[in-house]
């Protein structure tokens, strides 16, 4: 039931570009996608929902196809400031709660 | 403009005590939720509430844990009995009444059981 995040850990270097996935067994109405550095509280980057639009980060951009039950995150010109662990989180639209995915650990390395 | 407060910030009790976790959503956001993350893992859905009533509550364990959200002041996550599996980080997360549900959350508070 819990969402599958690919891939589970990836290191950059500053400049470099990467894409996180998230894929739902169950029927998707919106996908959030949020940012945790470690001790920390995570933060919002972005919402997709059913239909096509989105509210988010300027920076970063995402993409969700509702056939697939799938999202992607799409992190360019990686900074330093962008470290840290991505989950996606989403919601069948039944009520607000989010289930959360099995988080992807980005490194930014100088 | 304050965002989502939780206190305490660290809190240890010892086994067969009780917990209270308090959290106050940011200025205008009458849905809060609580998530559970334990130590290097992701964040579990708990429960969702709205002022004096339990949304949905899914993902709270069957015993010892209760939660609330009334007319006036924070709302509480309880946690009676309190067992070393229950250390964990207790995040609560706020949104507004209407719009697209973007969740914003708290700085959390660190249960430590000893």
């Known amino acids: 039931q819990q969402p599958v995040q690919s891939p589970q850990a990836v290191i950059l270097r500053e400049g470099e570009d990467a894409v996180i996935n998230c894929s739902s067994s169950k029927a998707l109405y919106s996908v959030h996608w949020y940012r945790q550095k470690h001790g920390e509280a ?27 039950q799938q999202s992607s995150l799409y992190l360019t010109a990686s900074q330093l400031s962008y470290s840290g662990t991505y989950f996606c989180g989403t919601n069948g639209g039944a009520t607000n709660k989010l289930i959360f995915g099995t988080g992807t650990l980005l490194a930014v390395q100088p | 403009n304050a965002g989502v407060m939780q206190n305490p910030r ?9 917990a209270r976790l308090r959290c106050s959503p940011m200025k205008g956001h009458s849905h809060v939720y609580w998530y559970r993350q334990l130590p290097e893992e992701g964040l579990k859905f708990m429960v969702y509430l709205q002022k004096e009533n339990i949304i949905d509550e899914s993902g709270m364990p069957k015993e010892r844990f209760s939660a609330e959200f009334p007319k006036e002041g924070p709302s509480i996550l309880r946690i009676q009995q309190v067992v070393r599996g229950d250390s964990a980080a207790y995040f609560c997360a706020s949104s507004p009444p209407s719009g697209y549900n973007e969740q914003f959350f708290g700085p959390g508070t660190r249960l430590t059981v000893l």
């Open chain 1, 42 to 68: 995570p933060v919002f980057l972005m919402i997709l929902l059913k239909g096509g639009e989105q509210k988010g980060h300027e920076k970063i951009s995402a993409s969700f196809n509702e056939k697939k």
């Open chain 2, 10 to 18: 660290h809190l240890v009790r010892r086994r067969g005590q009780e």
